[in-house]
Each structure stands twice: as C-alpha cells, then as structure tokens.
C-alpha cells in the first residue's frame, strides 16, 4: 500500500518536471535552444513548436528533434527561456 502511493508520486513529480509546451505558451515564453558542439543557440517561437508538435509536448524533449543549423549536430538542448533568469543576474 504505502509502495503504490510512493510509485504515485514519483510518476507525478516526474511529469511535473517537464515543463510542457503549452504552460510556457500561455505564460509568453519561447524555447531557448543551443547547440552541445558547437555552442550555436536559438530562441524558437513556443507557439509555431505547440502547433508542430502539439501543447503536451515536453520542451526537453524538443532537443532530440532539433538539428543545429551551424553544425549539423543533433546533440542540441532545450529549456524554456524564462525572462527572469539571467536578466537579473546580468544586471549591471
Ligand atoms: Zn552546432
């Protein structure tokens, strides 16, 4: 009994962890994504994404669908590009 609560929670917060593309679309952010090679990044429209590959999509799984445009590589990584990081950290 308490091993299928805690196999419950573990399925909820994983899915939790993934931030899906249709909250990042209602909260106004794109993806940021970049490159492992060659370091090339880029910001993608999160609405053009949600209509490619559908709002319940994981935005880290965006990466293993991306080639990079300088290198070639499919080695490419995604995250949402939250305005609050790096904005405040670069201050000044
Ligand atoms: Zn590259």
Redesign the pocket.
């Known amino acids: 009994m308490g091993q299928h609560k805690r196999r419950y929670i573990e399925a909820e917060d994983a899915r939790r962890r993934a931030t899906q593309l249709g909250e990042i679309l209602q909260a106004g952010v794109d993806v940021f994504c970049w ?6 990044n880029a910001t993608i429209s999160s609405a053009r994404l949600a209509a490619e590959l559908g709002p319940a999509f994981a935005v880290p799984e965006i990466g293993s669908r991306m080639r ?6 499919k ?2 990584a995604a995250r949402p590009d939250w305005p609050s990081l790096g904005q405040i950290a670069r201050h000044g």
């Open positions: 490159c492992n090679r060659c370091g090339h990079c445009s300088g290198c070639g590589s080695d490419v």
